[in-house]
């Protein structure tokens, strides 16, 4: 299995508070993304990373921010969190930008916004 | 815009009997083609891919999909059901011209009947 950690696996937030979720990787892969999982959505794409600094929207990042200081850690930050963004979150991690790279995933962190 | 279309949010199957997953994708080129398979609080894991060359795909755990250009569909396909196969599966896409943008399908949950 891919080196990949996410944390927190759970957390529960009160409306208005931000909130940072984790991921960290073992790969040393250059490309870095957050999803979120809903139901009848399936996965969306939040943000990526295509290396250190660098970072890009996907297409549901309102309301979230990333940042990558280092190959192996990629922050997801919900900057004042709604009860719109309660979701799975995951953070997967490809080895290179092909579209024939496949995505490896972290096991998730459940957010509940009260 | 690339979009994939998962036909049944729900499929169930006896122990033993023929599990056939439908993924329809639209595109304006072949795209690479990939299934999903997502166990409960799991993160998804490769089931197999397409990219290139023999249309007929094996994967892991006996699943196999195959790639039918004329019907822009790649249906995930495995002759005998086992309890263990029950879990949510996600076909996705990825564009030919770069990486990055995984579309998702909203995922089919299988459930195995002894």
């Known amino acids: 299995d891919a080196g990949i950690t996410q944390s927190p696996r759970h957390k529960v937030t009160e409306t208005g508070t931000p909130v940072t979720l984790r991921c960290h990787q073992t790969e040393n892969h250059r490309y870095m993304y957050w999803y979120r999982q809903d139901p009848g959505h399936g996965l969306r794409l939040i943000h990526y990373s295509y290396g250190v600094k660098d970072t890009d929207k996907g297409e549901v990042s309102d309301g979230y921010s990333v940042s990558r200081s280092k190959t192996e850690d990629f922050l997801l930050t919900l900057e004042s969190a709604t009860s719109s963004q309660t979701s799975v979150y995951f953070c997967?991690?490809?080895?290179?930008?092909?579209?024939?790279?496949?995505?490896?995933f972290g096991n998730g962190t459940r957010l509940t916004v009260t | 815009a690339q979009s994939v279309t998962q036909l049944g949010s729900h499929v169930s199957v006896s122990e033993g009997a023929l599990v056939l997953l439908r993924c329809n994708y639209s595109s304006s080129v072949p795209p690479y083609l990939f299934w999903y398979v997502q166990y409960p609080n799991q993160g998804l894991q490769l089931l197999l891919k397409?990219?290139?060359?023999?249309?007929l795909v094996k994967g892991i755990n006996g699943f196999e999909a195959e790639f039918k250009k004329s019907e822009t569909s790649f249906h995930l396909t495995k002759p005998s059901a086992h309890m263990s196969d029950a879990a949510e599966y996600f076909c996705a896409v990825s564009d030919r011209n770069g990486g990055f943008k995984t579309i998702f399908g909203a995922g089919t949950r299988l459930f195995v009947k002894a």
């Open positions: 997967a991690i490809s080895e290179s930008r092909s579209g024939n790279s496949p995505l490896h």
């Open positions: 397409y990219t290139t060359g023999a249309t």
